[in-house]
């Protein structure tokens, strides 16, 4: 028997129908909320991805980054002369007891070989020593130097200054040449004008004063004649006024103290200030300048044996040198100095005219009394001797300058030693500065060394 069918209500159908669009709401609106949740949760994550990188990226182009590991260059294998002036800049050399100094970089050694003579730099150390403890003639200030005059070697330097510590007396171009500035008028007359030795000239009044009636040229029963190698010799001041500014000229002068060096710096391997000349004043002032009886011509002590190397090397001077060679911590040479000429002023004839006037300054000039007796001595009878002598006080007068520049030439071998010595004396004149010369001329040659040696086993043979 089949049941019967029977047919919903209309109120029954309108209930179904609700509840089936409140379902089909909620579907909708879970999943409204599901992708809202899982759009946040993309979103939240793409956020935090995209902070992470910035953050990262921002510490690698921000954050500071870790010192690099340099290793240490490496030493160079090449030394210029420009490298060598500024590591002898920073070494004490004046006064030093050494003839080997060392320099030292981050990861090197470098040990700086020089010619200079030890025995030489001890004596005049103590020399030094015994002018501090003076207390009467003890001298203001004091330079000496020495050259081989062959190579151009720096073979000793020493001085003192308390009033000016700083300043390197031997190099330091500040002091007044006064009459060693002869040799420049001397050396011009003879290679410009053919004086010779026995030139005749004249003069009026006192040798050392310069007054202007002193340079006129007429004859009196008050003038005296000389010889060039007389007035030279003597220093006689009217006699190389009238040469520079009446026979000379204020060009010709010029020109040849620049031919000397005047106004200029050698390329040295150490400090060289330049010397200082200048002929623009009025007529005296040339006359002035022609015999060195002024203040504004300056020189050093390294210029003085410079200016003396061209008289005993036919004319050429030479490049003063003080370092021989730099090795480095394995003892490989990196630099090696080599001989240089300076400047050629003069020719050999000159130069031999120089060499006798110079000569005559020690057996009958001004440097007479100091050397007296020198043909006598064990060591200074084997040497000629030659020299110029200056002095002049300073414009306070509270210091006299004291000059000597010259050389002794062994007479067998012919090895020359060119020195110079400035001395400012105080109140008291102490010893003088040719003094000084001859002692160090004798403490050199006294004990021959082996290239000394070996130039009179030359000679013998």
Known sequence: MHPIKTERSWRELQAGYIQQTKKQAM???????AGFLLFGAAAAAL???????????????FSPKPDKVLSEPAPPKHLEKSDVKALVQNIDI???TTDRFFANGPS?????????????????ISTLNRLKALDRGKPELIGMIAMDASTGFIKAMAGFDPNNPAITLCTSAIYPSASVFKIVTASAAVEK????????LYFNGRKYTLYKQQLMSQKTKYTSQVTLETAFAESINPVFGQ?????????????FAQEFGFNQSPDTD?????????????DYHLAELGCGFNRDTRISPAFAVTMVSAVVNNGQSLVPRLVDRISNSNQDEIYKSTKEIYKTPFSPKTAATMMRLMKKTISGGTARKSFKDYSRDKVLSDLEIGGKTGSLSNREH???YDWFTGFGQQKATQETLIVAVVVGHGKYIGTRACIHAKNMLKTYFSAPTQETADKKQEAKE
């Open 94 to 96: 004046l006064n030093s």
């Open 398 to 400: 509270t210091i006299k």
């Open 270 to 282: 150490f400090d060289f200030p330049a010397p200082h000349f200048s002929a623009t004043g009025s």
């Open 27 to 33: 579907a909708r609106r879970i999943r409204q909320i």
């Open 243 to 255: 040469i520079g500014q009446l026979a000379l000229g204020k060009a010709v002068l010029n020109d």
């Open 108 to 124: 090197w050694t470098y040990t700086i070989h020089t010619r200079l003579d030890t025995r030489l730099q001890a004596e005049l």
């Open 47 to 61: 956020l935090w991805l995209g902070v992470h990188t910035v953050s990262k990226v921002s510490e690698r182009l």
């Open 193 to 200: 004008l053919n004086y010779t030795a026995t030139t005749p």
